[in-house]
């Protein structure tokens, strides 16, 4: 099978519903909103201009006939619900021009859409630049994914320029760039290092979801690095993480997303907005492009629910509710002395 078409058939077959560190993130609760549901807006701040909706489509596929399928019905599904939407990683076209329109069929159906290009830390400037030119993306994702390289006996072993690729990268891009993991987290110190090479938006896109070093280990026979399934910093934590950087840059998260309360927690905890992956991709392949889409718009009245239920009418302002952490969250806010 076609690596692409495996990643989207197992990411499928690994996404049970399961508990992850969103569960050890209690809301305050406060009996007194002091605010009416109509005074809401779900509006969020990226890239300097306003989105409608604070959460997006995050990277997934392209690259195979099938896939080109998928991106297309996920492309319905963002213009439908006035979601951004990032394909998967573009590298594939780049290589082989056949497999363009893969990817273009996006902004075939969504001309007016947010869409994001998607290409691997390692990548040259050149590819970088020819990825936005694909399919006239309005921002650039780049994505970092050492464990899941370091899984793959194909995979990788070269990381000493990623950074000041990255930097070229950021100078040289004429649409905004976002870095990000792709289900491993972040920390500080990492995203210390990306504020030094001038990257101003990071996707801390932590573990609680889709595993790559999961995924790339059952596509081989041998398995014997399946020590590293649930490798990594989960969402939850590498927000908390986020938040202790003194440097102002912008937080999205990504990573373990599971329903309307995720999205609003992940907001609470600061970032400007979530992405989400393999809950939208299983919906969409089970139940079809309709039920997602209905789904999608119940998550956005849950959401309005939620902020009328904290008092809050701006998605800005999540930040002010109050939450505990349980459990292995708190243990590494107690080691990482975050308070
Ligand atoms: C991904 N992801 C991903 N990320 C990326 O930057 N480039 C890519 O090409 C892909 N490909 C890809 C394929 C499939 C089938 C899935 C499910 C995911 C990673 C994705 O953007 C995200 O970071 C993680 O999946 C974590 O989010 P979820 O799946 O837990 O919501």
Redesign the pocket.
Known sequence: MNRKDE??SL?KAFHKPRLNDFDAVQIIHQSFPEIDSAQVTLETELFGRSFATPFFI????GGSEKSKKINQDLAEVAKACDLMM?T??VSAALKDPALSDTFQVVRQVNPEGFLLA?VGAGSSVENALRAIDLFEADAL?I?LNAPQELVMPEGDREFSNWLSLLEQIVKAAPVPVVV????FGMTRETIQQLISVGVQTIDV?GS???S?TQIENARRKKREMAYLNHFGQSTVISLLEANEVQHSFTTIA????RDAFDIFKALCLGAKSV?????I?TMLLDKGPEETIATIQSWKEQLQLLYTMVGQTLTQDLTNVPLIFSGSVKDWCHARHIS
């Open positions: 990643h989207v990411a995050n990277a997934m596929t990032a998967g990683s998607n994702q994505h990000k993991e792709v289900g896109a609680g979801g889709t790559f990504s990573g373990g997303i992405g989400i992956s393999a809950t991709l």
